[in-house]
T-cell receptor, first 113, second 113 residues
Framework: DGGITQSPKYLFRKEGQNVTLSCEQN?????MYWYRQDPGQGLRLIYY???????QKGDIAEGYSVSREKKESFPLTVTSAQKNPTAFYLC????????????FGSGTQLSVL | AQSVTQLDSQVPVFEEAPVELRCNYS??????LFWYVQYPNQGLQLLLK??????LVKGINGFEAEFNKSQTSFHLRKPSVHISDTAEYFC???????????FGKGTSLLVTP
């Protein structure tokens, strides 16, 4: 079955450490997105990518980095510069001709030790 | 920039009762509007969308929403809810010329017997 796979499901970060969240899709979608979800805050866009080797900052990109070397993969690195990284991270993808229909992964819960 | 306000953070309702989840948006340009649902520990999935045409939009699971341009609203309704409708509901907006979605903070619908 086609879909989006996020791993790991739970991740712990030590202070000063960079961690990378994985997102893989086999839907042949061109666009991929990273959202951060905090209780009572809804979803906020971190980064998105319309095509391989290209990506744009969202509303809260500071302290995060991404790469898009392959169409199927859009990993998110939470750097030590992100002072409040504890959140639920959701990856999504969409076809370029149907951008409004996002397909979401099941998320990664990141916590700080 | 466009934004979305979901007026209720929590909506408790009895099974088989009608429900309305409110959403207002602000934008100086034409927008597309969406409702997404998130079941516990899962990603989001699209319930319905308004792109153009009829202002009454029907979605999955018996939900519908009405686009009201004069009131800048896109409220979600269901005439009779089930226990299984218990979830978090997100309203989202995108500029016609834009790319990524902006989400509201979410409304938690709790259906009890």
């Amino acid at each position: 079955d086609g879909g989006i796979t996020q791993s790991p499901k739970y991740l712990f970060r030590k202070e000063g450490q960079n961690v990378t969240l994985s997102c893989e899709q086999n839907l042949n979608h061109d666009a991929m997105y990273w959202y951060r979800q905090d209780p009572g805050q809804g979803l906020r866009l971190i980064y998105y990518s319309q095509i391989v080797n290209d990506f744009q900052k969202g509303d809260i990109a500071e302290g995060y980095s991404v790469s898009r070397e392959k169409k199927e993969s859009f990993p998110l690195t939470v750097t030590s510069a992100q002072k409040n990284p504890t959140a639920f991270y959701l990856c999504a993808s969409s076809r370029d001709r149907e951008k409004e229909k996002l397909f979401f992964g099941s998320g990664t819960q990141l916590s700080v030790l | 920039a466009q934004s979305v306000t979901q007026l209720d953070s929590q909506v408790p309702v009895f099974e088989e009762a009608p429900v309305e989840l409110r959403c207002n948006y602000s934008s100086s340009v034409s927008v597309y509007l969406f409702w997404y649902v998130q079941y516990p520990n899962q990603g989001l999935q699209l319930l319905l969308k308004y792109l153009s045409g009829s202002t009454l939009v029907k979605g999955i699971n018996g939900f519908e929403a009405e686009f009201n341009k004069s009131q800048t609203s896109f409220h979600l309704r269901k005439p009779s809810v089930h226990i299984s409708d218990t979830a978090e509901y997100f309203c989202a907006v995108r500029k016609n010329s834009g790319y990524a979605l902006n989400f509201g903070k979410g409304t938690s619908l709790l259906v009890t017997p």
